[in-house]
């Protein structure tokens, strides 16, 4: 392999050590020491590393540091300099090869040009009317997107600004774009609508940051485009504005084992935990995981790892959907998903016409369940600040209703908003 995805060997600590500030945690995570050492080392064997934002054809053969996420993406001229490059990085890091991910694919219902007057807005168990009766919709939360993008100018989020970045098919030639948002297949914003559309979104002052990870054409993407939007996530939360913020991302991609070669599934299960490891505890960033569409006894990585709130699908009835995963993983003794969300004909924002007005859909899937979900989580953080990281991922298992006989389909329950 001559392009794999480097990631640091870390701890996999199941809970939060709160022994310093969370500003003073998240600067002290983007900080990797061993970060210069192997920078040298990969520039010795002949690599570039290619600086944030640049563009040339000669950089093609390179390496890319993300030194938020401790990781490296290599694109070695030949499998011998790969070869190199990944014994200089081992055993400190976990190399994993650049493998597909796709997304689930969601069922898409009837389309209209405007909200149906019918609409009645989310079922009172959500307890979203409630919070917001009492003024509390998601301000001062940041919410991470990794989906197909998201349409700033559709009307759901014209009053918003949306951190918006387009991750090229090969990052490592043509940089990260930072640009308004756009999507030219609707399931971004389909889910960004879910989170915090004006009208519609459970969460609709939450702060969105969305990354255009996933190709419309066929729904998949890299394991490349992922960290580097993740990379790029966190350093928006660097900054100074944010650094108390609680944090959320959303991610309804994923793979089934059985898409990984049975000698990479090690690695790559490894490379995966340490990243959302990264995320939930050097950050307090909850990753909320969509569990996928393939049905009962089948689950989508990486929703099945401990470190991801997993999330499966029901009804406004509260019965599981049919198409939502579940099942016990390898990993744990615990049946996953760990909670579940509304997944079944969810309206939402989906594209524009091209004389620009603003076209909405009812759509099916988990990856409708998680953006609610991760609406629900912003509304909890939003009430509470303190509640980030392992402590709002907690909070909603908790708070969750329960739906009887269904814990292995939907694990505790419904969330839902019960306050802080």
């Not at 969305?210 to 350093?235: D, F, K």
């Not at 995966?272 to 960033?285: A, E, S, W």
């Not at 049919?322 to 998903?337: A, D, I, K, Q, Y």
């Amino acid at each position: 392999m001559s392009k794999f995805v480097a990631v640091k060997r870390m701890p996999l600590t199941p809970q939060l050590a709160h022994r310093r500030s969370l500003a003073d945690q998240r600067l002290a995570a983007g900080k990797d020491e061993a970060n210069g050492a192997k920078r040298e080392l990969l520039q010795s064997i002949g690599l570039t590393p290619m600086p944030a934002g640049a563009w040339s054809p000669l950089l093609h053969h390179t390496f890319k540091p993300l030194p938020y996420l401790k990781a490296y993406v290599v694109d070695a001229p030949n499998p011998a300099v790969a070869e190199r490059a990944r014994e200089l990085l081992e055993p400190e890091y976990v190399v994993v090869p650049n493998l597909a991910l796709s997304l689930p694919p969601p069922t898409f219902d009837r389309r209209y040009l405007r909200r149906p007057r019918a609409y009645s807005g989310w079922p009172e168990a959500s307890g979203i009317a409630q919070a917001h009766q009492q003024g509390i919709q998601g301000q001062g939360v940041l919410v991470g997107v990794l989906d197909t993008g998201c349409d700033a100018d559709h009307l759901e989020f014209r009053n918003q600004q949306i951190d918006f970045r387009y991750v090229p098919l090969d990052p490592t030639v043509d940089g990260v774009r930072t640009c308004r948002g756009f999507d030219v297949d609707g399931h971004g914003t389909h889910v960004c609508g879910i989170i915090a559309g004006q009208n519609v979104g459970v969460a609709p002052q939450a702060e969105l940051m969305v990354a255009s990870v996933i190709e419309s054409e066929t729904l998949r993407t890299s394991l490349e485009r992922v960290v580097i939007a993740l990379n790029g996530m966190l350093a928006e939360i660097q900054l100074e504005k944010n650094l108390q913020k609680p944090a959320i991302i959303n991610i309804s991609l994923g793979f089934l084992p059985e898409w990984i070669n049975a000698t990479q599934i090690e690695a790559m299960s490894r490379g995966m935990q340490q990243i959302l490891n990264t995320l939930l505890i050097d950050y307090n960033v909850l990753p909320i995981v969509a569990i996928g569409n393939d049905g009962p006894g089948r689950m989508r990585a990486p929703a099945y790892f401990p470190e991801a709130l997993s999330v499966g699908a029901v009804d406004r009835a509260l019965v599981p959907a049919r198409f939502s995963g579940s099942g016990r993983p390898v990993l744990t003794p615990l049946w996953e998903p760990d909670i579940a969300g509304y997944g079944v004909d969810i309206l939402s924002s989906l594209e524009r016409q091209v004389d620009g007005r603003s076209v909405y859909a009812l759509a099916s899937g988990t990856s409708m369940a998680a953006p609610y979900v991760a609406g629900i989580a912003a509304l909890a953080a939003s009430a509470d600040p303190t509640l980030q990281g392992e402590m709002l991922r907690q909070h909603l298992l908790t708070g969750a209703l329960p739906i009887a006989d269904e814990r292995n389909r939907v694990g505790t329950g419904l969330a839902r908003f019960v306050g802080a």
